[in-house]
């Protein structure tokens, strides 16, 4: 069972950056799509951004410009680097393995004055 740990997550004020990571266990890494969810209070599962083993990103539409997904394999782990972040991108920040479908706890994000 690969199991996903995420850290990073914290208060900021608006306009501030956050980077996210995710620290993977197991011994296979880099053939998965690694994935960032978030979920806000009262709102749906979006998927923010994912990343291929062949390094593919892909970003939601409020995201893009903003955040940027990578991968370390020889650390297995995958970061996103939040930049100019919005009250409404506060939310928990979920790490994911897109082929496996396991989650980690997630991460509280929060962008506030």
């Known amino acids: 069972q690969v199991q996903l740990v995420e850290s990073g997550g914290g208060l900021v004020q608006p306009g501030g950056s956050l980077r996210l990571s995710c620290a993977a266990s197991?011994?296979?890494?880099?053939?998965?799509?690694m994935g960032w969810y978030r979920q806000a209070p009262g709102k749906q599962r979006e998927l923010v951004s994912s990343?291929?083993?062949?390094?593919?990103?892909y970003y939601a539409d409020s995201v893009k410009g903003r955040f940027i997904i990578s991968r370390d394999n020889a650390k297995k782990s995958v970061y996103l680097q939040m930049n100019s972040l919005k009250p409404e991108d506060t939310a928990v920040y979920y790490c994911v393995n897109l082929n496996t479908g396991s989650w980690g706890q997630g991460t509280q994000v929060t962008v506030s004055s």
């Open positions: 197991g011994s296979i890494f880099s053939i998965y799509t």
């Open positions: 990343i291929s083993s062949a390094r593919s990103t």
